[in-house]
């Protein structure tokens, strides 16, 4: 089978950051998918992966985590899913990744693709959308249902992948008023189409922002990016008693500017679940289910901005390259082989 790989950490910008190979194919064992990979995107955690992470001295890793595709086959413990059903997933940073015609995933982290997307809108969306689901309704506690009085969230750099789902998870589910960051005219746009009802430019202290738009503080926090630059800022916007939640890999951070207020901080890793097999491991695929419906229903949309076309080394070079430059504005995907 087709896949595409690297043999050595590289700068995206060598052509051998990222090749073309051929692979046998995997069997479906225990309770594994055999997955047909129509179509995956590309994800911050690939870029850090490839320039961090070296395989084995002689040895190759395939990349990847999103992916929207056919099952082909399922192993023997398979109860959830058949040849033919049409899956998303978000994989798991234990196994080979999805920039590989044909993948195995387990079928706990697997949701149904929602019917009214094709492959390419529906790769777009997994990992951010349990990045993002995550976050505001394990870490942060907001509560489904839109009861009131659920104050401020405040999500920064909504524009991106993650932001960008979890403005419409926020907006559809919850009753919170929502917060968000940008610094460029077109991310602004985003937001504002997204449903966000206050929208900051994060190029400026972030206190002072909130004061002037007449917000006191923040009961919910969500941290996306570049989160030791603005923790001081945060610490300060955060009410007594508040959460911050984080994703991204900060440098060294001052917790303690949260103890007069009382703030708690917590940590978001989407792939903990599948890399430790936790007991609850199957969230992640019912979660997608449920998300799955929503935009069935006409409730969330696609966060898929850019097709780069197929999947190969030299089209996910382009796409790293563009993850890279963090100037991206919602998903960039690649669809078949």
Not at 198 to 206: A, G, K, Q, S, Y
Not at 208 to 230: D, V, Y
Not at 274 to 279: L, M, N, Q, R
């Amino acid at each position: 089978m087709k896949a595409v790989g690297y043999r050595a950490s590289l700068p995206v910008t060598d052509d051998q950051c990222l090749i073309d190979v051929e692979l046998p194919v995997p069997e479906a064992t225990g309770r594994d998918l055999l997955v047909r990979v129509m179509a995956v995107s590309v994800n911050p955690v690939d870029t850090k992966v490839r320039r961090n992470v070296p395989p084995a001295a002689g040895e190759l890793r395939v990349l990847g985590f999103d992916a929207a595709g056919i099952v082909e086959a399922v192993g023997p413990q398979v109860t959830g899913f058949k040849p033919g059903d049409e899956v998303w997933y978000a994989g798991s940073r234990a196994r080979s990744g999805t920039n590989a015609e044909l993948h195995l995933v387990d079928e706990r982290i697997v949701g149904r693709k929602p019917r009214t997307l094709d492959f390419a809108q529906a790769a777009a969306m997994p990992l951010t959308t349990i990045t993002a689901w995550e976050a505001l309704f394990d870490r942060l506690q907001l509560q489904i249902g839109r009861p009131a009085n659920q104050g401020t969230l405040l999500i920064t750099s909504g524009a991106g992948g993650v932001g960008s789902i979890a403005i419409q998870l926020a907006r559809r589910l919850t009753a919170v008023r929502i917060v968000s960051t940008a610094s460029r005219p077109e991310s602004r746009a985003a937001i504002e189409q997204l449903g966000a009802d206050v929208v900051l430019d994060h190029t400026r202290p972030l206190s002072e922002e909130l004061k002037a738009a007449g917000i006191r503080w923040c009961e919910n926090i969500f941290s996306i990016s570049h989160t030791h630059l603005h923790f001081p800022e945060l610490a300060k916007s955060v009410a007594p008693q508040g959460r911050i939640c984080v994703i991204d890999d900060p440098e060294p951070i001052d917790v303690r500017l949260l103890k007069a207020r009382c703030a708690s901080l917590h940590w978001e890793a989407m792939f903990t679940r599948s890399g430790f097999e936790t007991h609850d491991m199957a969230a992640q695929g019912r979660l997608l289910s449920e998300v799955a419906a929503l935009v069935d229903e006409g409730l969330i949309r696609t966060t898929h901005t850019a097709t780069l076309g197929t999947i190969n080394a030299a089209n996910l070079r382009r796409a790293h390259a563009a993850v890279e430059s963090n100037r991206t504005i919602g998903k960039i995907v690649l669809a078949g082989f």
